[in-house]
């Protein structure tokens, strides 16, 4: 008995490889198979968007700070999300850096950096959600930081978009804040929050 796979439309249908007798070489045989399918299935279903988030965050280098970030979004986000690291070309190895987070993360790693712009740019080009975050790698978001965004960006069709507050940003957006440290961040964002 022959397996088939049925082609997307208009591509070349997956070719296989004859059956092995070794087991590593039956596993490495699904493997591609299954991968296969999932970037098939994947491309097939790309532009349907899903009623959710999508949270790009580019990054060159300092992956503590990223690690944390995603930390932060995962205790801090009961919305439905989507993560999109974009590596600007890192000397570190962020991709290693983002596998205990299993599939969670979407990833894309540029051979050169193209700075904030071009990895936000790219991550939007990834984006499902119907919504987009963008954050810089070294944020730490608290309790509530995107149910309050969508409520604001929800409250009036005239609003395009809408930003958080932070300690560190010149303009507007920067508030003064009276911790030191990240421990007590936590306190005074559940206060602000109220």
Known sequence: MKNRFRSARGRRPIR??????????????????GYTEGLVKGSDTFHIPFQGTSIIIPTYNQAEYLIQCIGSIE???????????VDNASTDDIASCLKPFGGKIRFARLEENRGFAGGVNYGIMMAKGETVVILNNDILVTPNWLTHMLRCLDSDPQIGAVGPVTNYISGEQQMPVPYEDVKEMWEFAAGHNV
């Open 16 to 33: 296989q490889s004859p059956p092995s007798s070794s087991g590593s070489d039956r596993y490495n045989e699904g493997y591609e198979r």
């Open 75 to 85: 205790a801090h986000t009961p919305e439905p999300h989507e993560i999109i690291v």
